[in-house]
């Protein structure tokens, strides 16, 4: 298909866009970019369908205050379906990129929402899949030496290790080729240190900068009559659209969101037998050591024959993701090795910490309180949780959901003792989500959709 030359500018908003400016400084305009169908000749800011991106349009909108590009996969509502008044924002996990959204044709979550009539676009944030960095600018190169020098001694550290339980654990790594992996990740990972300054950024940024900037983005394309979006946050991207609301409410602005959607989303995990106790705690070190990223990627592929292939040893960290029998194995592993950034900035870590403490997640001064301000919200709210899921159990969801005003908040838990039963991704791509999950979210958002 042909290049789509788009003009954009900047301009005055309407009133429901107050929210997007008070969330941050002031914010550039955007440049003007020549955006392109995906599968179309090369372009600024589009991509070949049959290299990464499956959506039918890929945009990209800058980030205030960095040198990054946030990118916008766009999926055209279907000609065939009701047409709707407001477009579709999707919100992805810590880490995650489009892909949690649009795994495979048989399990899109993306592509039924814009089946059902809905514009729909996944936001990738700053560091997640094809959003871009601009690195010939040359900053902090210096100053961060001390950091790649620390990184690379771990990594290198891991190497040793992994040869050590080679020679315990005899032929088993060698059979699994984990030695090889390790050493070629760890080559790879040492050609993008040069970067790791510029994962520099925490919760409050994304909720400032980068959600702000692809809110007026969407609207500047799309041009809801009275400025609203819809708006579905999986995971961390629930957590954004919580502390959107309970920030805009505390101030009584208006939000630019005609409802909102969290699937295994909460702001306090405190009460709740959550796995991220266990994890969320290894920011701590990494501040210590004076490291901004983590290389989760690298991580995630070193253990990943460990989890899909015999003998399996790491096999029960699927269950982290979905439960058994749920997602295909080949779904699984498209999530695990196509699904998630390569580094985490540290400050993210360290303030998504704080939601494991009592009174939940806070901001970056740790003296507000997300939770204790979502009362304040006007913008009805469903919120799903899944029985088995193990990163933010049904209880952890509750937590906040019994704090918001009760004739705007819907909430529903997924699984049944005979089965199915959903873990924390298996309410956007189990087997059984198009059946029984998606009917439900197409129906709140179809309700919300009249104004």
């Given at each position: ?237 629930g957590m954004l659209l919580y502390a959107m609301l309970s920030r805009c409410g505390l101030k009584g602005m208006d939000s630019g969101l005609a409802s909102v959607t969290t699937i295994a989303s909460t702001l306090e995990y405190s009460s709740s037998g959550t796995l991220l106790k266990y994890l969320l705690p290894m920011a701590k070190p990494a501040q210590a050591l004076n490291v901004s990223a983590l290389p989760i990627d690298t991580m995630l592929e070193m253990a990943h024959p460990l989890i899909c292939r015999p003998p399996y040893a790491l096999s029960w960290l699927t269950t982290n ?131």
């Amino acid at each position: 298909m042909d290049a789509l030359p788009v003009q954009l500018s900047s301009g005055s908003l309407t009133s429901s866009v107050a929210a997007s400016s008070l969330l941050s400084q002031p914010r550039p305009p955007f440049s003007s970019l020549q955006l392109g169908r995906v599968g179309s000749s090369p372009a600024v800011g589009c991509v070949s369908a049959n290299e990464t991106c499956t959506a039918d349009e890929l945009h990209y909108v800058p980030v205030p205050n960095s040198d990054w590009r946030a990118a916008l996969w766009r999926y055209l509502p279907s000609p065939k379906a009701p047409k709707r008044k407001h477009p579709l924002l999707l919100l992805s996990g810590i880490a995650s990129n489009a892909f949690t959204y649009d795994l495979s044709p048989e399990c899109s979550f993306a592509r039924s929402m814009s089946g059902s009539g809905f514009d729909t676009w996944i936001l990738e944030l700053r560091g997640a899949g094809l959003s871009s960095l601009n690195v010939d600018t040359g900053t902090g190169k210096e100053s961060r030496k001390d950091e790649q020098q620390i990184v690379s001694g771990l990594l290198e550290n891991v190497i040793n290790v992994s040869e050590r339980m080679e020679k315990v654990l005899d032929e088993g790594f060698k059979f699994l080729g984990l030695q090889d992996r390790l050493s070629k990740r760890v080559g790879d990972f040492k050609q993008r240190l040069e970067v790791f300054p510029r994962y520099n950024w925490d919760f409050d940024n994304y909720l400032e900068e980068d959600i702000p900037s692809a809110m007026e983005y969407v609207r500047t394309q799309t041009k809801p009559e009275d400025g609203k979006l819809l708006a579905i946050g999986h995971s961390m991207g629930g957590m954004l659209l919580y502390a959107m609301l309970s920030r805009c409410g505390l101030k009584g602005m208006d939000s630019g969101l005609a409802s909102v959607t969290t699937i295994a989303s909460t702001l306090e995990y405190s009460s709740s037998g959550t796995l991220l106790k266990y994890l969320l705690p290894m920011a701590k070190p990494a501040q210590a050591l004076n490291v901004s990223a983590l290389p989760i990627d690298t991580m995630l592929e070193m253990a990943h024959p460990l989890i899909c292939r015999p003998p399996y040893a790491l096999s029960w960290l699927t269950t982290n993701i979905s439960a058994p029998q749920m997602m295909e194995p080949e779904v699984i592993e498209k999530l695990v090795l196509n699904s998630l950034c390569k580094l985490i900035p540290a400050k993210l870590l360290y303030q998504l910490a704080t939601s494991v403490d009592k009174g939940g997640l806070r901001d970056r001064t740790g003296s507000f309180y997300y939770k204790d301000h979502i009362s304040t919200t006007n913008v009805p709210i469903l919120a799903l949780a899944g029985d088995w899921d193990i990163v933010c159990p049904p209880d952890a969801v509750y937590e906040t959901v019994k704090l918001i005003p009760e004739h705007l908040a819907t909430y529903k838990v997924f699984g049944s003792p005979g089965g199915p039963h959903y873990g924390h991704q298996d309410m956007i791509s189990g087997r059984t989500a198009r059946s029984e999950i998606y009917p439900l979210i197409i129906q709140f958002l179809q309700r919300h959709d009249q104004s």
